[in-house]
């Protein structure tokens, strides 16, 4: 309940910024992909635990993270493990260890039936200077309708 309300916060707070300035994150430094666990939405938000790994583009160690995802809006189904890809962008391509662990927020939509498809597209992190940008859709199996906003949570 209290990621629920901190994610709703977090969305309400930075979904205008996410989905109208374009971040200050003009380097990409790397790939992070996601496994994300089933879930069940509830017409009007939903949240989903996660085991990430942050791929360097220009060497340097994996960095594993753990997460959780929120999203307020319309989110109605079940859908089984899926997996998650984003391009990470930042100002710098030279990141600290865990530069990518903060909150995220922005705009989602997603569908299934059988097979489904989906995109995040972030921005937070790191005084909020790290976008996250799909690389791939978003794949699920199950049947599900989701569009709104998300909060995303790295640590």
């Given at each position: 309940?209290?990621?629920?309300?901190?994610?709703?916060?977090?969305?309400?707070?930075?979904?205008?910024?996410?989905?109208?300035?374009?971040?200050?994150?003009?380097?990409?430094?790397?790939?992070?992909?996601?496994?994300?666990?089933?879930?069940?939405?509830?017409?009007?938000?939903?949240?989903?635990?996660?085991?990430?790994?942050?791929?360097?583009?220009?060497?340097?160690?994996?960095?594993?993270?753990?997460?959780?995802?929120?999203?307020?809006?319309?989110?109605?189904?079940?859908?089984?493990?899926?997996?998650?890809?984003?391009g990470v962008y930042a100002p710098t391509r030279h990141?600290?260890?865990?530069?990518?662990?903060?909150?995220?927020?922005?705009?989602?939509?997603?569908?299934?039936?059988?097979?489904?498809?989906?995109?995040?597209?972030?921005?937070?992190?790191?005084?909020?200077?790290?976008?996250?940008?799909?690389?791939?859709?978003?794949?699920?199996?199950?049947?599900?309708?989701?569009?709104?906003?998300?909060?995303?949570?790295?640590?």
């Amino acid at each position: 309940m209290k990621f629920r309300i901190a994610a709703i916060a977090t969305a309400a707070a930075f979904a205008g910024l996410a989905a109208a300035t374009p971040a200050s994150a003009a380097v990409e430094v790397g790939v992070l992909k996601c496994q994300v666990a089933p879930s069940v939405g509830y017409v009007v938000a939903s949240e989903r635990n996660m085991r990430c790994w942050f791929t360097p583009t220009h060497g340097g160690r994996t960095q594993h993270y753990t997460g959780r995802a929120g999203r307020i809006g319309i989110d109605f189904g079940v859908t089984n493990e899926a997996v998650l890809v984003w391009g990470v962008y930042a100002p710098t391509r030279h990141l600290t260890r865990k530069a990518l662990a903060g909150t995220y927020a922005g705009a989602s939509a997603g569908a299934a039936l059988g097979a489904g498809v989906g995109a995040n597209a972030l921005l937070g992190g790191s005084h909020n200077t790290i976008a996250l940008q799909p690389l791939s859709g978003e794949g699920s199996r199950g049947w599900s309708v989701a569009l709104g906003v998300t909060a995303l949570s790295l640590r």
